[in-house]
């Protein structure tokens, strides 16, 4: 089975900063493209931000552009999510995802993954 396993999670002050971290028990590296998403109740998983591992290509969602660095270090298999000046809207369960087919059409669309880490939640507080 393909493993994912998100940790990093927890509660922030708005402005504060959270490093989330996906730690892969597949290559990282020959994957097409890993990402991070989020959902909240109620709403769509929504894709926050993405990466060609191989050539470290990234795509964000306009909300986090300028805040949030997607990474990856394929010598530990491991996806990260740097997330700055925290909003409140930022509030969400955060989940890593591989296997992406690497249409850049696709690149941030829950569909297009093949496996999901379990989640951690991120909770901002004004």
């Known amino acids: 089975q393909v493993q994912l396993v998100e940790s990093g999670g927890g509660s922030a002050q708005a402005g504060g900063s959270l490093r989330l971290s996906c730690s892969a028990s597949?290559?990282?590296?020959?994957?097409?493209?890993m990402a991070w998403f989020r959902q909240v109740p109620g709403k769509e998983r929504e894709g926050v931000a993405a990466?060609?591992?191989?050539?470290?290509?990234?795509y964000y969602h306009d909300s986090v552009k300028g805040r949030f660095t997607i990474s990856v270090d394929n010598a530990k298999n491991t996806l990260f999510l740097q997330m700055n000046n925290l909003k409140p809207e930022d509030t969400a369960m955060y989940y890593c995802?591989?296997?992406?087919?690497?249409?850049?059409?696709?690149?941030?669309?829950?569909?297009?993954?093949?496996?999901w880490g379990q989640g951690t939640q991120v909770t901002v507080s004004s």
């Open positions: 995802a591989a296997g992406g087919s690497g249409d850049t059409a696709l690149i941030l669309t829950a569909q297009d993954y093949a496996y």
């Open positions: 597949i290559s990282t590296y020959r994957q097409y493209c």
């Open positions: 990466i060609y591992t191989g050539g470290g290509v990234t």
